[in-house]
């Protein structure tokens, strides 16, 4: 277990459709990255926060937005949903500041558009 | 990040060492090499990781050659549990919450036999 929870664990909508995945990282980690993992495109960053402030983006779609909130938890938002968005999705989180750091996954949340 | 090589597959048969081999012919002098694995459908676990010297910690030895062109993960004692895909990736050590995303590539698929 590493400390890195995310909910739901699978969830099944259709396409168009809007949905929230939440991340709630280990106890006193300040960074928050969110990973998708499709069978085509294996792992891929998405999007990092830093105690609550966004800090980087990788290959974010536009229809997908992110925060952090003050309890450091984060939410990713996925909206206007596509076949294509079906995959894990991954919330990892790292204690900060540190000169090498380790980031610790959550068990991910697979969704299924249909 | 500089780019990682490593085998598709590798078969271990349970109790013996497992030698994953990474190359990161174009690793900087400030990169650090990590190591995570997967287990199917789990979030990445991270295994080791080390600048030029070799480390040992609970689950896993890292080698790394004298001119850190490339590197082996050493899983002493393999059992049925280690079957995962390996990745093996480098980056660049940073602090402060800067962008600390993690670029992974493929990745070893390691099958412990019994």
């Known amino acids: 277990d590493s400390g890195v929870t995310q909910t739901p664990k699978h969830l099944i909508t259709a396409t168009g459709q809007r949905v929230t995945l939440r991340c709630s990282p280990r106890?006193?980690?300040?960074?928050v990255y969110w990973y998708q993992q499709s069978l085509d495109q294996g792992l891929q960053f998405l999007i990092q926060?830093?105690?609550?402030?966004?800090?980087a983006k990788g290959n974010i779609l536009e229809r997908f937005s992110a925060q952090q909130f003050p309890d450091l938890h984060s939410e990713l938002n996925l909206s206007s949903l596509e076949l294509g968005d079906s995959a894990l999705y991954f919330c990892?989180?790292?204690?900060?500041?540190?000169?090498?750091?380790?980031?610790?996954f959550g068990p991910g949340t697979r969704l299924l558009v249909l | 990040d500089a780019k990682t090589t490593q085998p598709t597959s590798m078969d271990c048969a349970e109790g013996r060492a497992a030698n994953l081999p990474c190359n990161h012919s174009?690793?900087?002098?400030?990169?650090?090499v990590y190591w995570y694995r997967q287990i199917h459908s789990q979030g990445p676990q991270y295994i080791i990781h080390?600048?030029?010297n070799n480390e040992t910690n609970e689950m896993a030895s890292l080698i790394i050659t004298e001119d850190r062109k490339s590197s082996t993960l050493i899983l002493p004692h393999a059992t049925l549990r280690d079957t995962a895909v390996y990745y093996c990736?480098?980056?660049?050590?940073?602090?402060?919450?800067?962008?600390?995303?993690?670029?992974f590539g493929k990745g070893t698929l390691l099958t412990v036999n019994p």
């Open positions: 990736i480098v980056r660049v050590a940073t602090s402060g919450g800067s962008n600390y995303k993690l670029t």
């Open positions: 080390g600048l030029k």
């Open positions: 174009t690793i900087s002098g400030n990169e650090y």
């Open positions: 106890s006193g980690d300040l960074s």
């Open positions: 990892a989180s790292s204690a900060v500041p540190a000169l090498v750091e380790t980031q610790y």
């Open positions: 926060y830093y105690n609550g402030e966004e800090r």
